[in-house]
């Protein structure tokens, strides 16, 4: 049984940083990569940044291309999202999710932590 929990989200103001985590237990050695995904009100959910779990392989969608960082903390089982010079349209919940190959899409999600940014 995969778990995760995401912390961290808060009311910021635009141009700052926060940082958000996502701790994971069960079978994190079966992982392939994680993902954080995001939903605004009124929009589809969408993928923000990735890693891989073993070789720490990073991707991330062009609206947070640097000034959000994916990265992992293998003995902490947990993985981190980076957000610097936040905007007003990063505002959403932040779901962390995980999948066991690169052939699946994410099955496993966290009930997500809400991110504020007031401009």
């Known amino acids: 049984q995969v778990q995760l929990i995401e912390s961290g989200g808060e009311l910021v103001r635009a141009g700052d940083s926060l940082r958000l985590s996502c701790a994971a237990s069960g079978h994190i050695s079966s992982y392939y990569s994680m993902g954080w995904f995001r939903q605004a009100p009124g929009k589809e959910r969408e993928i923000v940044a990735s890693?891989?779990?073993?070789?720490?392989?990073?991707a991330y969608a062009d609206s947070v291309k640097g000034r959000f960082t994916i990265s992992k903390d293998n003995a902490k089982n947990t993985v981190y999202l980076d957000m610097n010079s936040v905007k007003s349209e990063d505002t959403a919940v932040y779901y962390c999710?995980?999948?066991?190959?690169?052939?699946?899409?994410?099955?496993?999600w966290g009930p997500g932590t809400q991110v504020t940014v007031s401009s």
């Open positions: 890693i891989t779990w073993s070789a720490a392989y990073t």
């Open positions: 999710a995980a999948r066991h190959s690169s052939q699946e899409s994410y099955g496993y």
